[in-house]
């Protein structure tokens, strides 16, 4: 079985709904799923407004794909992308694609993938349309990528001029707070998970989330674990059980 390190993944940026801003987060992301072995960015790279772009992809080994605009109103960028991702898929040669994009088109493009038994991670907007959240195993958005980049950064910083100043940094905020909706699937991930005595393991509880709601992941909150964010929603008790290693189990309160 393959680990994450050794994944062949298929990187698919739609540059007409991305920044260049998001670079550097994004490859630090994707490099925790395997290797991106094709890296490709597509777009009309005649117009003015994926300049921004054109700076990093030598850096970063991104190849650029023209596609002219055919007509006014219409998006070619997101057909030649579905084009290139069929004869990607069909290769066999990859476990996972990366979609970066805000555009609902591609909604299509992962629920195929997925038919296939090929894991399809998305990148995008907070305004992402549902339809291509939901179709992704997993979503990530922008500016989660952004803060823990900007974040490690930061952090570096403080370690090359003082150590003891960089353990001092505030932890990082949360980037969007858990509404109704986001506690009601935390409550039916526990109670899915969880023995006679209500009790459920967290990673557990985590799969389970992860397989209702693909954007439902500790970091588009701000947190780094799950077991901060679901001890700071205040609808659980917490009990750390055995040594090596602890395991974290949770129940909803009464």
Same mark, same amino acid.
């Given at each position: 079985?393959?680990? +994450?390190?050794?994944?062949?993944?298929?990187?698919?940026?739609?540059?007409?709904?991305?920044?260049?801003?998001?670079?550097?987060? /994004?490859?630090?992301?994707?490099?925790?799923?395997?290797?991106?072995?094709?890296?490709?960015?597509?777009? &009309?790279?005649?117009?003015?407004?994926?300049?921004?772009?054109?700076?990093?992809?030598?850096?970063?080994?991104?190849?650029?794909? @023209?596609?002219?605009?055919?007509?006014?109103?219409?998006?070619?960028?997101?057909?030649?992308?579905?084009?290139?991702?069929?004869? /990607?898929?069909?290769?066999?040669?990859?476990?996972?694609?990366?979609?970066?994009?805000?555009?609902?088109?591609?909604?299509?493009?992962?629920?195929?993938?997925?038919? @296939?038994?090929?894991?399809?991670?998305?990148?995008?907007?907070?305004?992402?349309?549902?339809?291509?959240?939901?179709?992704?195993?997993?979503?990530?958005?922008? &500016?989660? /990528?952004?803060?823990?980049?900007?974040?490690?950064?930061?952090?570096?910083?403080?370690?090359?001029?003082?150590?003891?100043?960089?353990?001092?940094?505030?932890?990082? @905020?949360?980037? @969007?707070?858990?509404?109704?909706?986001?506690?009601?699937? /935390?409550?039916?991930?526990?109670?899915?998970?969880? +023995?006679?005595?209500?009790?459920?393991?967290?990673?557990?509880?985590?799969?389970?989330?992860?397989?209702?709601?693909?954007?439902? +992941?500790?970091? +588009?909150?701000?947190?780094?674990?799950?077991? &901060?964010?679901?001890?700071?929603?205040?609808?659980?008790?917490?009990?750390?059980?055995?040594?090596?290693?602890?395991?974290?189990?949770?129940?909803?309160?009464?």
């Amino acid at each position: 079985m393959q680990n +994450n390190s050794e994944k062949a993944l298929a990187l698919l940026i739609d540059g007409d709904n991305a920044s260049p801003r998001i670079i550097i987060g /994004l490859l630090e992301e994707i490099a925790s799923y395997g290797v991106a072995s094709v890296k490709r960015i597509y777009g &009309d790279w005649t117009k003015p407004n994926l300049n921004g772009w054109k700076e990093c992809l030598l850096e970063h080994a991104i190849q650029p794909v @023209q596609q002219f605009a055919y007509t006014t109103g219409k998006n070619a960028t997101d057909g030649a992308m579905i084009i290139d991702a069929m004869d /990607l898929l069909y290769t066999g040669r990859f476990a996972g694609f990366c979609i970066v994009s805000s555009d609902s088109d591609f909604a299509r493009l992962a629920a195929r993938i997925r038919e @296939q038994g090929v894991t399809v991670y998305g990148f995008g907007e907070r305004k992402t349309p549902r339809p291509f959240i939901t179709a992704c195993d997993k979503f990530v958005y922008f &500016d989660v /990528l952004n803060h823990h980049a900007a974040h490690d950064a930061e952090t570096h910083r403080h370690h090359r001029a003082d150590r003891a100043i960089s353990r001092s940094l505030p932890a990082a @905020q949360p980037v @969007q707070t858990l509404d109704k909706q986001d506690l009601d699937k /935390l409550r039916n991930a526990i109670n899915a998970s969880s +023995n006679e005595d209500g009790w459920a393991n967290l990673a557990s509880v985590g799969a389970h989330l992860a397989k209702q709601a693909s954007d439902f +992941n500790a970091r +588009n909150f701000g947190y780094t674990r799950l077991s &901060d964010l679901i001890t700071d929603s205040g609808i659980v008790d917490v009990e750390w059980v055995g040594h090596h290693p602890k395991v974290v189990m949770v129940r909803l309160k009464k």
